[in-house]
């Protein structure tokens, strides 16, 4: 399915507008034109058919690969992120870097509240499109860190869809929650630092 992902740029600003096209207040456009996709890589060439992939830390990537000739035997190799690149999870089975100056970043800064986003306005996309939208959270050295609970706010308003105690959350953007204003959140359970790193993809339909 990856091969169907590509990174919408979401910017760190809360006037940002997250569609088609992505315009942030520095005029940048962005639009299906000109897609950037970041799907981790099969390195080894005896297994290049890529299967699926998720975070293994915030820079490395585990992914699971197969040989075209001998399908469904499945190796899993690490893929690195590049410099000023962090990974998401973008749905259950695909994961990919995301650069740090369009992902959404934060931290709970040792509060043991809710902690969110920056938020986004989301636009509908092109109707051949879906968007997805990922969290990943971890802790200060890199590693993933399980959190009491990841959900989203639109507007003012928390999502009455969430997850609870893991380290990842996936989840496809409503049609009936577009124009809405998009804030990723967390609540840590503790007050352990916790660094949040989430985005939106299209899933072309």
């Not at 590509?6 to 456009?29: C, E, K, M, W």
């Not at 989840?171 to 985005?199: M, N, R, T, W």
Request: proline share 4%; aromatic share 12%; glycine share 4%.
């Amino acid at each position: 399915m990856f091969a169907q992902l590509y990174i919408i740029y979401i910017f760190f600003l809360v006037s940002a507008v997250v569609g088609i096209p992505v315009v942030n207040l520095q005029n940048q456009t962005f639009s299906t034109d000109g897609f950037v996709s970041a799907r981790p890589k099969c390195t080894d060439p005896k297994n290049a058919k890529y299967k699926s992939s998720i975070c293994a830390t915030r820079k490395t990537v585990r992914v699971s690969c197969e040989s075209f000739d001998h399908p469904g035997t499945a190796v899993d190799t690490n893929f690195s992120c590049g410099d000023g690149e962090s990974c998401v999870d973008i749905d259950s089975n695909d994961s990919f870097c995301a650069d740090d100056k369009s992902a959404q970043l934060w931290d709970n800064d040792h509060k043991k509240a809710y902690a969110c986003s920056a938020p986004v306005l989301l636009v509908p996309p092109h109707k051949s499109f879906q968007l997805a939208a990922g969290i990943t959270t971890y802790s200060t050295n890199g590693n993933l860190i399980q959190v009491a609970e990841l959900t989203a706010k639109y507007d003012d308003h928390f999502s009455n869809e969430y997850v609870i105690d893991t380290n990842r959350y996936t989840f496809p953007i409503k049609q009936e929650d577009y124009s809405k204003k998009l804030s990723f959140c967390f609540h840590p359970g503790s007050f352990e630092e916790v660094q949040a790193v989430a985005s939106l993809a299209y899933v072309l339909m």
